[in-house]
């Protein structure tokens, strides 16, 4: 979930072939892309005749999911296509097939909850002022997006993901507030000093664990359990 939770949130591109007139400009420009009949809004530059769009966009576009881990960069997405139906029947045959617009939620929520968690490791590990106002900031945004999917939850396997997910969202929020705590007292030095102190800790294993769970998981569309999550 936290692709390295101790690296600098990056903008990442995905470099597209663009056909026809060689663009020159570097100006950012919004263009509408449309992957597997689903359609979206994504921010591209073109750069000596190659268009340059932005692989988080692309990705939230085909509802799936973006990881990165040590030297690779991991895309899922459901197995369903662009083409799944809205919602899916309560009483549908399959127990542990999530419906599409629960999937679509789950996804954003836990984007959302890897945009909490990235920043703050990068501050805590490079002496960066953090105070429980700016915090509350991606906080909240996370909360948001986990109200969202439980709204959106209509199935047993929905409610079931969705209780996972509200597991990870309560183990981040206990984690933020203790390095919190720890930064008012002046104890966070020892992640400075050590580069992955904080990412190989226990606690944040275990939530780095459960979220590249979930984020397959809901990629795939099934229901599944994870020991991590718990």
């Known amino acids: 979930m936290w692709n390295n ?10 470099t597209m072939i663009v056909s026809g007139n060689a663009y020159a400009q570097t100006k950012p420009q919004v263009v509408t892309v449309v992957i597997n009949g689903q359609s979206g809004k994504a921010a591209m530059i ?28 991991v895309l899922a997405f459901p197995q369903s296509g662009g083409n799944a ?8 045959t399959d127990q542990s ?24 490791v990068y501050a805590i590990e490079n002496g960066y002022n953090v105070t429980d106002n700016w915090v509350a900031g991606y906080r ?48 966070v030095g020892k992640y400075a000093l050590s580069r992955g102190a904080l990412k190989n800790e226990p606690e944040s294993q275990k939530i780095i664990t459960c979220g590249h769970f979930l984020a397959l ?14």
């Open 140 to 187: 909240d945004k996370a909360a948001d997006g986990l109200r969202i999917a439980s709204l959106a939850a209509k199935t047993s396997a929905d409610r079931n993901a969705l209780q996972l997910l509200t597991n990870e969202f309560e183990a981040l929020r206990d984690w933020s507030n203790k390095l919190v705590q720890a930064h008012k007292k002046m104890d």
């Open 97 to 120: 097939s999530m419906s599409h617009d629960f999937m679509k939620a789950g996804v954003e929520a836990i984007t959302l909850m890897r945009e909490w968690g990235s920043p703050l």
């Open 217 to 230: 998981m809901l990629a795939g569309g099934s229901f599944q359990d994870d020991a991590s999550c718990h």
């Open 5 to 14: 939770w101790c690296s600098a949130p990056l903008i990442l591109i995905l």
């Open 46 to 73: 073109s750069i000596e005749g190659r268009g340059y769009v932005d692989l988080a966009a692309l990705v939230r576009i085909a509802n799936g999911t973006l990881d990165f881990q040590t030297k690779q960069i």
């Open 85 to 92: 139906p809205a919602t899916v029947s309560p009483d549908q």
